[in-house]
């Protein structure tokens, strides 16, 4: 071999070893994940955003799904402080919305392309049978959606609705699903009823917007005269400053002209539960979701007998209410309300937000 061919050969070996090399650093890029992982014992300094291997494509029964967004709840919040005991490297984040990307074998409810949106509990599809732990529920009991890829079983997920973005699809899996069980399912509202809900957080507000979307009146609560004309401006008839009035409760009875609530939404728990009895109305439901004040407290539980209400506790919802919900928000012209929306890697900066209690609606992750 002449020298000239000898140093092309050598020069056409190291562009193919360098091309080979870009090629298997490229493959090592497409095998890879940015997520979220929460090191024991928890707290909002212990989010890591980390590098993990990409999913297996899905298997029968299964679907793949590029996320890109989830939104903050109260039950998120409480695992990532570290307030709710996980298994070390957790991935957090119940709420997960996206793109399918790969079906598995025999799955005909989606293709690829439709926009998704994920269960609070993968295994309740349907019926009386209610989980009673959060042993399945992503973020906690399993891995959440604070991840790039996910392969789940088909029945995980629901179709988004038309027109969503992934972040206002993100807000349905648990605080949408909640304030439908809440109001539709559990509450049977009828219009021309009325509704309390309490504050302003994602709940709150979704039970506000869907109370108003079916005809009934709406009094709301908050503690800022801001927040208390937002909420007029999304049609709460009645506003209520709990700080100025700690009775609260009379104050419901007076602008109902002493009947009262038919439906409360109680976010609260114990430290709002006795004013939320005696703003219901009797005969009233009583939806307890929340638990924002403590987790014990005494209940007026003549009054609750008295006037003949149900108090029912509840915790999001099965997939098919939330495939109803989907259905419905399709024929509604109702999109959340969003508060901020922060990217993946400022997890923690996002969950600070939700603890300083400023925001009105919902806080979201967006990737």
């Given amino acids: 071999m002449s020298v000239l061919a000898f140093h092309t050969q050598r020069l056409h070996d190291g562009r193919v070893a360098a091309a080979c090399s870009l090629c298997d650093a490229n493959q090592g890029k497409r095998n890879a994940m940015k997520a979220i992982e929460l090191a024991a014992p928890g707290g909002l300094d212990r989010l ?3 590098d993990l291997p990409a999913p297996a494509a899905p298997g ?20 990532a402080a570290g307030r709710s005991a996980t298994a070390d490297g957790r991935i957090p984040m119940a709420d997960g919305a996206g793109l399918v990307t790969a079906v598995g074998e025999g799955v005909t409810e989606f293709a690829v392309g439709d926009a998704v949106v994920s269960c609070f509990f993968p295994l309740w599809l349907s019926g009386k049978q209610v989980p009673s732990t959060f042993a399945t529920v992503p973020g906690d009991g399993i891995d959440g959606f604070a991840r790039e890829q996910v392969t789940m079983a088909a029945t995980a997920f629901t179709h988004a609705p038309k027109g969503y973005t992934h972040e206002e699809a993100a807000t349905l899996t648990t605080a949408g ?14 219009a021309g009823q009325t509704v309390l809900v309490l504050g302003t957080g994602g709940v709150s507000i979704f039970a506000l917007q869907l109370a108003k979307a079916m005809g009934a009146k709406v009094i709301a609560t908050t503690s800022s005269a801001a927040k208390a004309e937002r909420l007029r401006a999304l049609g709460a008839d009645t506003v209520i400053n709990y700080r100025d009035q700690p009775e609260w409760g009379d104050a419901v ?7 009262g609530a038919d439906i409360v ?5 114990p430290g709002t539960l006795p004013q939320s009895i005696r703003a219901c109305a009797p005969g009233g439901h009583i939806a307890l979701i929340g638990v924002l004040t403590g987790f014990a407290g005494d209940v007026p539980t003549v009054e609750l007998m008295r006037k003949q ?8 919802g099965s997939r098919e209410q939330q495939q109803d919900l989907v259905r419905a928000l399709d024929q509604l012209p109702l999109r959340p309300v969003i ?6 890697e400022k997890i923690a900066d996002a969950f600070a937000h939700q603890i300083s209690a400023q925001h009105f609606g919902k806080i979201c992750l967006s990737w």
Avoid: M
């Fill in 48 to 50: 890591q955003l980390v």
């Fill in 60 to 79: 029968a029964g299964e679907i793949q799904v590029r996320l890109h967004a989830s939104s903050l709840n109260y039950h998120d919040l409480a695992i």
């Fill in 177 to 190: 699903l909640t304030a439908w069980r809440a109001l539709v399912v559990d509450g049977r509202i009828e």
């Fill in 253 to 259: 009875l007076q602008a109902t002209g002493g009947r």
């Fill in 265 to 269: 939404v109680e976010v609260g728990g």
């Fill in 309 to 316: 209400q149900t108090l029912k506790g509840l915790i999001v």
């Fill in 339 to 344: 508060d901020s929306s922060y990217p993946l």
